[in-house]
């Protein structure tokens, strides 16, 4: 078997990822603004800095190659939770590092959609816009055992920094040499190896093509997703409102500033 | 909507007596914010623009929202199923868009200000064909927080005015830095500054080539009664503005548009007119993964080789002068073609690619405008109303 995981990592910062609202817990759609919630005209305000920070210091302790300098990219799709229907996603600020002996590909910010209930057909827009760090691995994992070592290990490295303890792991997983299968919804550790259990499983028996899948963490199982998750083409563009030539992400002597020229 | 809108000024209006009129394209709460499109005919917007409270908190009132061509595509100011609009000097003619409704608005005497976008001669277009003074700022030295996106790289807030001292006016109040655009800049203010004696002018002869040769004559007139010494210079690259500059337009209003799916906001997208709907598919085609290094890419590449050639250029001069539109007001329904269409912009697009602020004046019937380089906005203005007294 070959795992890899792209995990989401939320950063803990007091307010979302381009606007001024908090990122605390409330009623649906009270933490929200014009710009969290894509009205037309609004315009993303400067990344939150601790969540850059913390992005920084996530993408050192995982060896990865710096970059100085990134763009902020509109990522196209059409979803019930994402007002724009694009997603403001940052090229790769690190690459190539590597923590526990896997490969890590890339590390990005992103900002969190809202959160939609498909049984009820309802959007909550208070998690739209919050920060996210996306670290990409290669799929280098080949057991259950050293997926677990690597999960546990990696969120410990979050508390040591104190980055954040709430971790999304969605899995790809391959069985001899076969199509990759994208496992989403994925909320702990131990669903994490769940989930790659079942599709081992699975794979073996049924056979694998290329797909997303949902894990549900009640019958401990995976289901093709309900609404088609991936597109062909995001037709990335770099988000012209934030600065030419490009909004960088600068990390000299450690700190971290947005740079605006 | 009241008798005296006759020529479609207005989508919406308050009862209440105001001196500011708003293109319906900007977010100004307690008024729905259409962009002229039926799509939107229900938004209101939660919100208010920040050059918009700008000019409220300097004591301005909005007394209504007005009428453009659909999100702000076209240049005759009639692309749009809202309104009527018409020009004021003549109703058989365009009023020239796309901001039209803020041009007839202020020409018919119904407001004193009046705000637009420009992203390629919005506001300088129905200003000429109007016969007002229109401007547009520099990028950055106005906040669009707040004006819906069309072609996010060129999108600037602009304003149409009886005559430069009220552009001064309104552009002193609306400029600044603004955290919620972070394409605006510091220390931007508008100073008073010594106007147009010794200042170097240039002209590109492919565009006063362009244009009609009664506005060449008026043209030249006009430079002669002001005692302008212009030097004209060839230019033929000028003509690839027009790729450059709609390339561009397209993709980043596909992007911009993707929002209006029904779901938040808008209706069904039959509802978008034709124009709307072709500036969409081509930008979705342009900035495809398969087409984008052969379209988009290319433009973005032009753009950069035009600002480069224009910093150049304004090492040696101070301001390019041209007739702002290439012929009078197209009758209503006289331009069928969307290339033809497109192509009156020659003389309004080269701005936007520089980023440079630009202002059109009223001449017997026709525009001269001047261009500055990015943040000359001072000098560009006191140069302006220098020549506005020499006209
Ligand atoms: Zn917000």
Redo the contacts between chains.
């Keep these: 078997m070959k795992v890899g995981f792209e995990l989401h990592v939320t950063p803990l910062t007091e307010s979302k990822m381009y606007c001024d609202c908090p990122t605390k817990n409330a009623q649906p759609n009270l933490q929200v603004c014009?710009?969290c919630?894509?009205?037309?005209?609004?315009?993303?305000?400067?990344p939150n800095e601790t969540a850059l920070r913390a992005g920084i210091k996530l993408a050192k302790a995982l060896n990865c190659t710096l970059n100085e300098s990134v763009s902020v990219m509109?990522k196209?799709y059409?979803y019930?939770d994402l007002?724009?229907?694009?997603q403001l996603t940052s090229e790769p600020f690190g690459e190539n590092g590597s923590f526990n002996n896997v490969g890590i590909t890339e590390i990005h910010f992103e900002e969190d959609p809202g959160q939609y209930d498909p049984k009820s057909g309802l959007v909550d827009l208070n998690r739209s816009g919050s920060p996210l760090l996306e670290v990409v691995t290669e799929p280098d994992i080949d057991s259950i055992e050293k997926a677990r070592d690597f999960l546990e290990e990696f969120s410990a490295l979050l508390g040591f920094l104190g980055i954040s303890q709430k971790i999304k792991a969605d899995t790809n997983v391959s069985i001899n040499g076969g199509a990759r299968v994208e496992v989403k919804n994925i909320g702990s550790i131990s669903g994490a190896l769940n989930a790659i259990q079942y599709e081992v499983n699975r794979q073996a028996k049924e056979g694998a093509v290329l797909e997303t899948r949902h894990y549900d963490k009640d019958t401990m199982t995976t289901k093709p997703a309900r609404l088609k998750e991936t597109v062909a083409?995001y037709?990335y563009?770099r988000?012209?409102?934030?600065?030419?030539p490009r909004?960088s992400l600068q990390a000299k002597n450690g700190s971290t500033t947005y740079s605006?020229t | 909507m009241t008798l005296k809108d006759r020529h479609g000024a207005f989508i919406s209006l308050t009862d209440t007596p105001g001196e500011l009129a708003v293109k319906d394209n900007i977010c100004v709460q307690g008024f729905m914010c259409t962009a002229s499109s039926k799509l939107l005919e229900n938004y209101e917007p939660p919100y208010t623009a920040t050059a918009v409270q700008k000019l409220q908190k300097q004591g301005l009132t909005v007394m209504g929202k007005t009428s453009c061509d659909e999100f702000a595509c076209g240049s005759t100011g009639t692309h749009t199923s809202l309104a009527n609009p018409r020009n004021p000097l003549d109703e058989k003619r365009v009023p020239g868009g796309s901001s039209s409704g803020s041009a007839i608005a202020v020409k018919d005497g119904l407001v004193r200000y009046a705000i637009g976008s420009d992203t390629g001669g919005s506001v300088r277009c129905p200003a000429t064909f109007c016969q007002i003074v229109g401007y547009r700022p520099s990028y950055g030295q106005i906040s669009r927080y707040g004006l819906m996106d069309m072609c996010m790289s060129f999108d600037t807030i602009g304003t149409l005015t009886r005559n430069v001292d009220d552009a001064i006016y309104l552009i002193t109040g609306m400029s600044g830095k603004d955290d919620k655009d972070l394409t605006t800049m510091n220390s931007v203010d508008v100073k008073e500054t010594p106007g147009l004696a010794g200042k170097r002018l240039v002209a590109f002869r492919q565009i006063l080539e362009s244009c009609d040769p009664g506005i060449r004559e008026k043209f030249n007139e006009a430079t002669e009664k002001a005692k302008l010494h212009v030097d004209v210079i060839d230019f033929p690259e000028i003509h690839k503005s027009i790729p450059t500059y709609y390339m561009i337009v397209f993709a980043e209003f596909a992007s911009a548009m993707q929002r209006f799916d029904g779901k938040f906001f808008g209706k069904n997208r039959e509802l978008l007119g034709q124009e709307v709907k072709r500036r969409i598919l081509l930008g979705t085609f342009i900035s495809q993964k398969e087409n984008k290094d052969k379209w988009y890419t290319q433009a973005i590449n032009a753009r950069k080789w035009f600002q480069q050639k224009f910093e150049a250029m304004f090492a040696k001069y101070d301001f390019v002068i041209n007739p702002t539109m290439p012929s009078p007001a197209p009758l209503v329904g006289e331009i069928t073609d969307p290339i033809t269409e497109y192509s009156m912009d020659l003389g309004t697009i080269f701005p936007s690619l520089m980023m440079g602020p630009s202002i059109s004046l009223p001449y017997q019937g026709m525009g001269i405008q001047l261009t500055g380089k990015r943040f000359s906005d001072s000098a560009l203005l006191y140069s302006a109303r220098d020549l506005e007294g020499a006209l």
């Design positions: 014009p710009i919630t894509g009205q037309p005209g609004s315009k993303p305000m400067a509109r196209h059409f019930p007002p724009n229907n694009y083409d037709r563009m988000e012209p409102n934030l600065p030419r909004a605006t």
